[in-house]
């Protein structure tokens, strides 16, 4: 398995994306052995872009398989077959159609060489939603276009978003729809799903007995139906019967309070290991908050481990050397760790 790579996808062109993956070769003692899918152009724009000091920055050495070495002091960058033409000349920092396209063809490379084994796991760089959608793709984000492509005779896996940091960790039961719709999604097979995937997760880290806190929908968590009765009809009873299979979930509780209480420094240990809260801003606020440097994206479920970066394509600072690799580097981390668990 030495010699099989993590492979990172490029993200969207126009974006940060390809500036702080150059931005990597900083660390280059700290990383394993990755593989860049992307445009070559746009890549050996990307370490200009990146302002790195000399001696430091990479020289970019195309590969054909996933298996090529490159010498020390070279990035290796695969070329994505049926990119569109012309990605290095589009204007950084706007949307475009073929920028979201090319984002796209390289996550399903990349999903598609973990597959088959030609990878160790995929740390997606940033793309954009517009941009994606600009090209056809209907797939609102990396979590539903992955959970798509490794969809099998079984049907596609149960998938959920976990964003983390060396603080909190939060799982999603809903993510990329709108509140009024997630509101519907939240019922007890769902709930109970979600904590069941984060329990085995949580165990592939080494936890062998995870503290699950699953926090409310409603403000105090429904007050005993008094604000709202989806934690009396649906949350309560997924806990119960995660509780029922022996996975050690508590709640629901507030989830105005529940992050405080979960959240882990040298001076206060969390009470949980874990919290599933019930929608997308409700979970990631309070990660986002405590700073995107250290943030990691993983999608729990899928049959092999990846990662992303805790922000988007920062369109008003592509190209101009200021983007910061940290939530970036903090993901390869995180993927080198999962793989060897």
């Known amino acids: 398995m030495k010699d099989v790579p993590i492979v990172l996808s490029m993200g969207d062109c126009c974006g940060i994306g390809?500036?702080?993956?150059?931005?990597?070769?900083?660390?280059?003692?700290e990383n394993p052995r990755f593989l860049v899918l992307g445009d070559v152009a746009v890549m050996r724009r990307a370490v200009l872009q990146a302002r790195l000091p000399l001696g430091i920055a990479p020289t970019i050495a195309q590969v054909e398989s996933p298996t090529e070495r490159v010498p020390d002091g070279c990035m290796a960058v695969m070329q994505v077959p049926g990119l569109p033409m012309g990605l290095v000349d589009l204007p950084v920092g706007q949307v475009h159609a073929h920028a979201g396209a090319a984002a796209a063809a390289?996550?399903?490379?990349?999903?598609?060489l973990c597959l088959q084994g030609d990878a160790v796991a995929l740390v997606t760089a940033p793309l954009n939603k517009a941009a994606m959608s600009a090209a056809g793709i209907r797939y609102p984000g990396h979590t539903e276009m992955l959970q798509a492509l490794c969809t099998?005779?079984?049907?596609?896996?149960?998938?959920?978003?976990?964003?983390?940091?060396?603080?909190?960790?939060?799982?999603?039961?809903?993510?990329?729809v709108s509140v009024r719709h997630?509101?519907?999604?939240?019922?007890?097979?769902?709930?109970?799903?979600?904590?069941?995937?984060?329990?085995?997760?949580?165990?592939?880290?080494?936890?062998?007995?995870?503290?699950?806190?699953?926090?409310?929908?409603?403000p105090h968590a429904g007050e005993e139906g008094l604000f709202g009765d989806e934690e009396i009809l649906h949350i309560a009873p997924a806990i119960r019967a995660a509780q029922a299979l022996g996975i050690d979930a508590r709640g629901p509780i507030a989830p105005?309070?529940?992050?405080?209480?979960?959240?882990?420094?040298?001076?206060?240990?969390?009470?949980?290991?874990?919290?599933?809260a019930m929608t997308h801003d409700h979970g990631l606020i309070p990660v986002k908050y405590l700073g995107v440097e250290q943030g990691?994206?993983?999608?729990?479920?899928?049959p092999f481990v990846r990662t992303s970066p805790d922000h988007?394509?920062?369109?008003?600072?592509a190209g101009q050397g200021m983007a910061d690799e940290s939530s970036l580097r903090a993901s390869v981390q995180m993927a080198r760790t999962l793989v060897a668990q």
């Open 18 to 29: 390809p500036e702080i993956i150059a931005k990597l070769f900083k660390h280059t003692a």
């Open 106 to 112: 390289c996550v399903e490379l990349g999903a598609n």
């Open 152 to 176: 099998t005779a079984q049907g596609m896996p149960p998938v959920r978003m976990m964003l983390a940091n060396p603080q909190l960790r939060t799982v999603l039961v809903t993510i990329h």
């Open 182 to 218: 997630a509101i519907d999604l939240i019922t007890l097979d769902n709930v109970l799903k979600t904590i069941q995937i984060t329990h085995e997760a949580a165990q592939r880290w080494g936890l062998p007995a995870p503290r699950i806190a699953v926090a409310g929908l409603n």
């Open 256 to 276: 105005d309070t529940v992050f405080m209480r979960a959240r882990h420094t040298a001076e206060h240990p969390g009470e949980f290991d874990v919290v599933v």
């Open 296 to 302: 990691v994206n993983v999608t729990l479920g899928l």
């Open 312 to 317: 988007g394509t920062a369109f008003d600072i």
